[in-house]
């Protein structure tokens, strides 16, 4: 089955600073990929996702690469600011048969922006 | 809207004790899901359904049972609780398949003692 893997488990970055958190996928067939920002004790909110037809993906500050190939992707946040300080997720579908795909999640990044 | 709900917030349970969590959405999705999230290992597909009256197994689906008899409703039931199953448990929605954005509840912390 699917394997997502992500590193590193946690982050500390000086605000301004830039912030990169890698995912790695085992089933080629995989081709969604979102992520998802956590806020201490609150619900898991999307942020981000890309399809395996692009290799990038842009929105304001937040960016994310894909690597088919290579079967990686990751999530870049330029400038941090303090409110970006949440656990992050990256995820990939598991591909079924009809109706039977699952979004298998990676195990999360602990992002601390400092002031 | 309210989105995603899930009744209760908390709740304490003995061993062996059972109990249901409801999750409601009034956004019309056909998809819902259950997840339970554990310190350092993410968010874990317990059951999921693609539509009223259907239920299909996530990846840890042992010990629950889950139920779909309305659109708008996804109950998960625990019928014989175990510490193990001590978690946080999120409910999500989303309009169609999996890879479409997926909106979560606020969750409910289960503590079995």
């Known amino acids: 089955g699917e394997n997502v893997e992500q590193h590193p488990s946690t982050l500390s970055v000086q605000e301004g600073d830039s912030a990169v958190i890698k995912c790695t996928y085992s089933?080629?067939?995989?081709?969604?990929f979102p992520w998802y920002k956590q806020e201490l004790g609150k619900r898991p909110q999307l942020i981000i996702d890309?399809?395996?037809?692009?290799g990038e993906k842009k929105d304001q500050r937040i960016a994310v690469t894909l690597n088919k190939t290579a079967k990686h992707f990751s999530l870049h946040i330029t400038e941090t600011q303090p409110e970006d300080s949440a656990v992050y997720f990256c995820?990939?579908?598991?591909?079924?048969?009809?109706?039977?795909?699952?979004?298998?999640f990676g195990t999360g990044t602990r992002l601390q922006v400092f002031p | 809207n309210a989105g995603v709900t899930q009744t209760p917030k908390f709740r304490v349970l003995k061993t062996g004790q059972s109990m249901t969590l409801l999750c409601a959405q009034d956004?019309?999705?056909?998809?819902m899901y259950w997840y339970r999230q554990d310190p350092g290992m993410g968010l874990r597909l317990i059951h999921y359904?693609?539509?009223?009256?259907?239920?299909a197994k996530g990846e840890v689906p042992d010990g629950y049972n889950v139920s779909r008899l309305k659109k708008q409703n996804f109950l998960l039931g625990l019928e014989s609780a175990a510490p193990s199953q001590t978690s946080v448990y999120f409910c999500?929605?989303?309009?169609?398949?999996?890879?479409?954005?997926?909106?979560f509840g606020p969750g409910t912390r289960l503590t079995v003692t």
């Open positions: 999500a929605s989303s309009y169609m398949g999996q890879d479409y954005e997926q909106y």
């Open positions: 995820a990939a579908i598991l591909p079924g048969s009809y109706n039977t795909d699952k979004l298998i």
């Open positions: 956004m019309n999705h056909e998809y």
């Open positions: 089933d080629s067939a995989s081709n969604y």
């Open positions: 890309i399809r395996s037809n692009v």
């Open positions: 359904s693609v539509g009223e009256g259907t239920t």
